[in-house]
């Protein structure tokens, strides 16, 4: 894997973008930890296992196709710009992005607050170990900055 200071060969400055263990993990610890409050609250009020199973059951359904579509809907590459983030979607479309503001979560977690073309805000996570560790830092650098300079 390239980091983002080293020339990549025909002008590609998109760093690819892994499935996050760390992601994947705290969506399936939130998915189990809400489906047994389900359970409890459930079988607390009918006091009949089955009904609370079923209840179980299909919260742990829902939250589990949620964070599918959502791991699904994240961009597979990021092009870091001195003005911003270049974001590849999984169609192939991308997007150019203004870092607007930040958020990190010791060397973990970073989660940016992005502006498009019409001051659209959106919020993307981006873990350490879905990408290498010289553009994680780069990325931490380069949005304290633009937060900064909106303040």
């Known amino acids: ?10 002008g590609d400055a998109n760093v690819v973008m892994r499935p996050s263990r760390f992601l994947a993990g705290a969506m399936l610890a939130f998915a189990a930890v809400a489906s047994a409050s389900v359970f409890q609250c459930v079988f607390a009020h009918t006091e009949h296992a089955g009904h609370a199973a079923v209840a179980c059951g299909v919260t742990l359904a829902a939250l589990g196709l949620a964070s599918y579509r959502w791991l699904r809907a994240r961009p597979v590459a990021l092009g870091l710009h001195s003005d911003g983030l270049t974001l590849r979607e999984r169609d192939g479309a991308t997007r150019h992005l203004r870092i607007a503001g930040y958020a990190q979560w010791s060397d973990r977690l970073l989660a940016l607050t992005l502006c498009g073309a019409r001051d659209r805000r959106e919020t993307l996570l981006v873990p350490a170990d879905s990408i290498d560790t010289d553009t994680f830092r780069q990325l931490a650098v380069q ?4 937060a900064a300079s909106h303040l």
């Open 143 to 146: 949005a304290r900055r633009a």
């Open 1 to 10: 894997m390239a980091s983002a200071f080293v020339n990549r060969p025909h």
